[in-house]
Nanobody, 120 residues
Framework: QVQLVESGGGLVQPGGSLRLSCAAS????????MAWYRQAPGKQRELVAT???????NYAVSVKGRFTISRDNAKNTVYLQMNSLKPEDTAVYYC??????????????WGQGTQVTVSS
């Protein structure tokens, strides 16, 4: 089985920074795209940022210029550096990976989610 383990969430003041990480582990053959999503209370889950295996990135308009997604392919880990945080960024953040397991099945795997709270 493949799992994504997240870390780095917490409470931060507006304007502060936080770095999330998510490591994929298990019977992984290869990972294609990795991404971060977030879901605030009463809101639909939204895509925050994506990164391909080649390092191409895309961001939601709301986080462009403030967030940076990156990955370490050797560690099967994706990161989300969040700067200039706003209260509107408060949400549960989920990492996602599209990958092939050694059994050959293409899967979309989700992390458990980590809470990010931006408040004074």
């Amino acid at each position: 089985q493949v799992q994504l383990v997240e870390s780095g969430g917490g409470l931060v003041q507006p304007g502060g920074s936080l770095r999330l990480s998510c490591a994929a582990s298990g019977s992984i053959f290869s990972i294609n795209a990795m991404a971060w999503y977030r879901q605030a209370p009463g809101k639909q889950r939204e895509l925050v940022a994506t990164i391909t295996s080649g390092g191409s990135t895309n961001y939601a308009v709301s986080v462009k210029g403030r967030f940076t997604i990156s990955r370490d392919n050797a560690k099967n880990t994706v990161y989300l550096q969040m700067n200039s945080l706003k209260p509107e960024d408060t949400a549960v953040y989920y990492c996602n990976a599209d990958l092939y397991g050694y059994r050959g099945t293409y899967q979309s795997i989700w992390g458990q989610g980590t809470q990010v709270t931006v408040s004074s």
